[in-house]
């Protein structure tokens, strides 16, 4: 997709949606390769309107420039009810030790997230043999809502970034009555809403340049540095209760 390629963004205002001004951001040194970024979903209903979200997401992550992967829950096992070599565990870990920064979409169900989007977090370990496969990366939250617009789910996925040593952007999405903001074809209407996915869109891809080549040196800790990788990796991966 071209910078000036509007042709599968039809709600977008294509004189108001700027490329992101890499090297303002990143400096010369920085990588140059696209943004790799992971997209999270948490239903796995036929007409998932948390799966319609991220898709959206998707599309303008990759206008902006990303590349782009999606990890579909559907056959991902309870935590702790099949080991680590399971086949969507496997994948699941796989991506986000390949992801420089995450999108995380879900339901609000009973005033939380659902139990489909918080699997696919407790799956995600805080250490792969003493390496943290998501400390220090970018995170953009968004929530679908079946009524009025409500933040408890997005507050929440606030608290399990910052448990999982992410860099959660400021910005974030509420999407209420998801049911009237999705045309049969599965896109999302024009509308504030719609903007606003876009603000997170954005954000997330200017915070991602403008960290990722600093993860390291952001993240270093002077307890983990006088931790070896084996007691690390042991403390932080105790039995689940």
Known sequence: MTAKDFSDLPNIDGDSLQPIDFTTLAGPDAPKHAPRILVLYGSVRERSYSRLLSEEAS???????????????????????????????????GLAEWAEGMVWVTPERHGAVTAVMKAQIDWIPLSLGGVRPTQGKTLAIMQVCGGSQSFNAVNQLRILGRWMRMLTI??????????????????????????????????????????????????????????????????VNQPSL
Not at 76 to 90: I, N
Not at 200 to 222: P, Q
């Open 59 to 93: 599309r303008l992550l990759e206008w902006y420039g990303c590349e782009v992967r999606t990890f579909n829950p559907s056959g991902l096992p309870l935590p702790d009810d099949a080991d680590a070599e399971h086949s969507k565990v496997h994948e699941l870990r």
């Open 170 to 235: 400021p910005n974030q999405s509420s999407v209420a009555k998801a049911f009237n903001e999705f045309d049969e074809a599965g896109r999302m209407k024009p509308s504030p809403y719609y903007n606003r996915v876009v603000d997170v869109c954005e954000e997330l891809v200017k915070f991602t340049l403008l960290t990722r080549h600093h993860s390291a040196y952001l993240t270093s800790r002077y307890s983990e540095r006088v931790e070896t990788a084996e007691e690390l990796s042991r403390r």
